[in-house]
């Protein structure tokens, strides 16, 4: 059978012999690389970006390598270089293909997203999640899990996994209270600290908030829901160093290590290495703290309704520890980041929660503000900016307004979210109110009043479909309380102007939240001392 195509091609589907004979697909697709063809078809064209363009000021080249790998946007930059130049569908979808590799197909549309997203599975035709990019996070903690298997090995793990940290599990009355007390002790207990440090100065405080947020956010994983009891200060100064370390070895693992070796059977040759292998053995023993507490029910394990053995949990245990870390870091980083840098809008939000002292899912669904400030800063920085996909078959992308596009078996497809919540042409003035590369709460409110809900205008913040975070609604649970306590207790400012990214696993702010930050409760003693630094307070 053969799918009509553009550009007066034609491309047949012999997805049948192709999948008797292993590897025939990209055997039989060399001829029309080596001659240039498009590989694709349908209605929705898809512009080409050439491997080398030297002269042409493009940030990097299209693919990854030991010099650029640690800049993963500028290499979606890339792929989008000039395109707004371009009219038509090929504006927002963007493809590379060398002879001897899969295409790979880069496309910032929210119709596509949003298409490939929830036509994710195990059925013949279906995208799967592509592994390339996640081989060496597999390495670090085991290919059985939520995060790297893919097909029927996934949907188990998901149906293992998932209950614990479901809307209906973490809403319920006497859950949330327990949690609710529990984030009190934690969260406020580190506030507190940090609110008694600016009262003792007198006047206002620099620091970097990132690593505070790290430990609160890691000491309510482990001691808040898997219910152990490991100090603070084992968190701050020992499990959060050695996260920090696996997961920056991690995303440069994924890239040089091509032959495949763990990090612990290497040779400690030098410090780095030594380092990382002893971040490594904090990090299973980080494990072993989190399944001890299974068998006595402790924290979200009584929800757990599996009798599976401990080390058919320990990978995804391990995934979930760095994961979550990860994106509830750089989701409640990025929040007091925008608000540092909107005076009106954190005092809005100061406003809702001065009066809460009791978090509810009642009070917090009322403070509708607050959810907008969310709802933005997931929409333009993203902690997961980009969502892997692959075709597992010649298959139709079919997107909700009838367009149509034909992708061959093995292509790669990557779902740049950072760039397409970023364009005029999906969030811009004419469709939200508000230009789309800035950080607008009201937008949402806009939204609404044109009668667009959420699941209309899709930021996909933990992605969507089949395959959306598990632990979506504790992550807005955990940053929605952080940040909320956090506005209450402190007026704070940007360091700096500028809010740019840096980018690894997920985004974070470049400068590591760098603000300045007084007390709501207590008076300035010195108001006109210059600002001390506490960072390491």
């Known amino acids: 059978?053969?799918?009509?195509?553009?550009?007066?091609?034609?491309?047949?589907?012999?997805?049948?012999?192709?999948?008797?004979?292993?590897?025939?697909?990209?055997?039989?697709?060399?001829?029309?690389?080596?001659?240039?063809?498009?590989?694709?078809?349908?209605?929705?064209?898809?512009?080409?970006?050439?491997?080398?363009?030297?002269?042409?000021?493009?940030?990097?080249?299209?693919?990854p390598h030991p010099w650029n790998y640690d800049r993963p946007i500028r290499l979606l930059d890339t792929f989008f270089w000039k395109a707004d130049d371009v009219l038509g569908t090929a504006r927002h979808n963007r493809y590379l293909d060398v002879p001897g590799f899969a295409p790979v197909l880069v496309t910032r549309d929210p119709r596509i997203i949003r298409a490939v997203t929830t036509d994710t599975g195990d059925k013949e035709g279906q995208f799967d999640r592509d592994t390339l990019p996640s081989v060496g996070i597999a390495r670090a903690t085991g290919k059985d899990t939520?995060?790297?298997?893919?097909?029927?090995?996934?949907?188990?793990?998901?149906?293992?996994?998932?209950p614990p940290f479901g809307k209906t599990t973490l809403f319920q009355p006497e859950q949330f209270l327990e949690f609710a007390e529990t984030f009190r002790h934690t969260v406020r207990t580190r506030l507190d600290f940090l609110e008694k440090r600016v009262q003792e100065l007198g006047h206002p405080v620099q620091t970097e908030l990132e690593p505070e947020i790290k430990a609160v956010m890691l000491e309510m994983l482990t001691n808040n829901f898997f219910g152990t009891g490991i100090s603070y200060d084992d968190i701050r100064n020992r499990y959060v160093p050695a996260l920090e370390r696996v997961i920056d070895h991690i995303v440069r693992d994924t890239v040089i290590n091509k032959i495949g070796v763990p990090v612990q059977r290497w040779p400690s040759l030098t410090r780095g290495i030594a380092d990382t292998k002893t971040a490594y053995a904090d990090f299973e023993q980080l494990t072993d703290i989190v399944l001890a507490a299974r068998p006595e029910k402790k924290g979200l394990w009584r929800q757990f309704k599996s009798d599976a053995p401990d080390d058919k949990l320990r990978s995804n245990v391990k995934v979930f520890l760095a994961g979550a870390l990860e994106a509830t870091t750089s989701y409640a980083s990025w929040a007091i980041s925008h608000l540092a840098r909107n005076p009106e809008a954190q005092a809005k939000v100061y406003e809702e929660v001065k009066e809460i002292e009791v978090y509810t899912p009642e009070t917090l669904d009322g403070a509708k503000y607050l959810?907008?400030?969310?709802?933005?800063?997931?929409?333009?920085?993203?902690?997961?900016?980009?969502?892997?996909?692959?075709?597992?078959?010649?298959t139709w992308i079919e997107t909700s307004d009838g367009k149509k596009l034909w992708v061959p078996r093995g292509t790669h497809l990557l779902l740049d979210v950072w760039h397409a919540n970023r364009h005029d042409d999906h969030w811009g003035v004419a469709v939200t109110g508000y230009p789309a590369g800035e950080f607008v709460p009201e937008r949402w409110e806009h939204l609404a009043s044109q009668g667009l809900a959420s699941k209309e205008v899709l930021h996909f913040g933990f992605g969507h479909g089949p395959r959306v975070c598990p632990g979506k609604h504790l992550g807005q649970l955990?940053?929605?309380?952080?940040?909320?306590?956090?506005?209450?207790?402190?007026?704070?400012?940007?360091?700096?102007?500028?809010?740019?990214?840096?980018?690894?696993?997920?985004?974070?702010?470049?400068?590591?939240?760098?603000?300045?930050l007084e007390s709501r409760r207590y008076p300035l003693l010195e108001p006109e001392s210059q600002p001390a630094d506490v960072a390491t307070s």
């Open 478 to 516: 955990e940053v929605g309380l952080v940040v909320g306590a956090f506005v209450k207790l402190f007026r704070f400012k940007a360091m700096n102007a500028a809010n740019d990214a840096r980018a690894g696993v997920s985004t974070k702010p470049l400068d590591g939240t760098l603000i300045e």
């Open 371 to 394: 959810g907008h400030v969310l709802d933005e800063t997931l929409r333009l920085t993203p902690s997961l900016y980009f969502l892997p996909r692959r075709a597992t078959a010649d």
């Open 1 to 63: 059978m053969c799918a009509p195509a553009t550009r007066n091609l034609k491309v047949c589907d012999m997805s049948s012999l192709r999948n008797r004979i292993p590897g025939l697909h990209w055997l039989t697709r060399l001829p029309g690389q080596l001659l240039g063809r498009y590989p694709f078809a349908g209605d929705i064209e898809v512009g080409r970006v050439p491997l080398f363009a030297p002269g042409s000021g493009r940030p990097t080249v299209p693919f």
């Open 146 to 162: 939520l995060l790297f298997a893919n097909g029927a090995i996934w949907r188990r793990q998901r149906k293992l996994a998932a």
